[in-house]
């Protein structure tokens, strides 16, 4: 089928607007194409993107991929609701009006404008210290800056170049690569994965014999074969989906970095077994290539 565009992304105002567009003019830098795209914003903002699935419905034949950004968890109206639990709801409703694995959701907890006062101003914040916006306003006006959407967009082509630990910000690289990662020529690409390959099993051997007499999860996953195997980036993700397959390990804390997400129901929380099982599960849904 012939598509319009790549990608429609459907978002709330002119700030993720901004910030998309400067993420996705580097993606050659990630080892992406760039794709076309037809930005959509939803005229009740981060609310209405919750029910984004309505008004894509009747574009699942013009767009080959959907992507709904809800920038500011807070504001969705839905506040009781967890990041996972907005994303995995978005989804359920595209799967629903003809998207299936085409379409998929990023909720950014609590919101873009953290992505913007730590990383493009260089402040911290914490809930603790009262409303995001706010803290926004005061060091927009100690610079003498005004509230504009033109911040947002090196704030995306910065965001490529240094990376970012929020698990938003990973699901969404993890995304975009599945959908629009270069393909190398035939034998770059085969020597590459062979590397690859090569480097995780040694790292995974590293980790597992090393960790063997630990009883402490967190000083397992804290291992540093295990870390430098999450710093691989989201490549080694089928790696990890294969050796789960064939013995169950604690996967699970690489998977949710390098996903930004999290399939395990409450009931199966420390139950290694059913846990490896939701995440293939999880894998098979979303149409990772194992």
């Known amino acids: 089928m012939a598509y319009e565009k790549d990608l429609v992304v459907l ?49 699942a034949s013009r767009y080959e991929k959907a992507l709904i950004f809800v920038a500011d ?21 595209l799967n629903r009006t003809g998207w299936g694995s085409r379409g998929r959701a990023i909720v950014v907890d609590p919101g873009i404008d953290r992505w913007l006062l730590e990383h493009q101003l260089g402040e911290t914040w914490s809930p603790m210290e009262g409303a995001l916006s706010t803290a926004l306003d005061i060091a927009l006006r100690r610079r003498r800056l005004p509230r504009s959407s033109n911040l947002y ?29 270069t393909e190398a020529q035939p034998l770059e690409k085969e020597s590459s994965e062979v590397e690859l390959r090569v480097r995780f099993d040694a790292l995974v051997q590293k980790w597992l014999s ?3 007499h630990l009883s402490s999860l967190d000083a397992i996953v804290q291992h540093g074969a295990y870390r430098e195997i ?19 390990k604690h ?10 997400e999290n399939p395990i129901p409450p009931e199966h929380a420390g139950r290694v077994r059913l846990m490896a099982e939701d995440w293939v599960r999880w894998a098979k849904e979303r149409g990772y290539d194992r």
């Open 230 to 248: 999450i710093g691989m980036g989201p490549r080694v993700i089928p790696l990890i989906l294969r050796d789960l397959e064939q013995e169950p």
């Open 210 to 212: 090393e960790t063997a």
């Open 73 to 93: 968890r807070t504001k969705s109206g839905r506040e009781e609701m967890t990041r996972e639990d907005l994303e995995a709801r978005i989804e359920e409703g």
């Open 11 to 59: 978002l709330p105002n002119k700030d993720a607007q901004f910030l998309l567009r400067g993420i996705l003019s580097r993606m050659p830098e990630m080892g992406m194409r760039t794709p076309s795209v037809q930005f959509d914003t939803h005229p009740l903002r981060d609310a209405g993107c919750l029910d984004g699935d309505e008004l894509l419905e009747s574009q």
């Open 153 to 181: 967009e090196p704030l995306g082509e910065r965001l490529v170049h240094e990376g970012l630990i929020d698990p938003a910000w990973r699901k969404l690289v993890a995304i975009l690569r599945q959908w629009f990662r």
């Open 251 to 260: 996967w699970g804390t690489a998977l949710r970095e390098l996903t930004g």
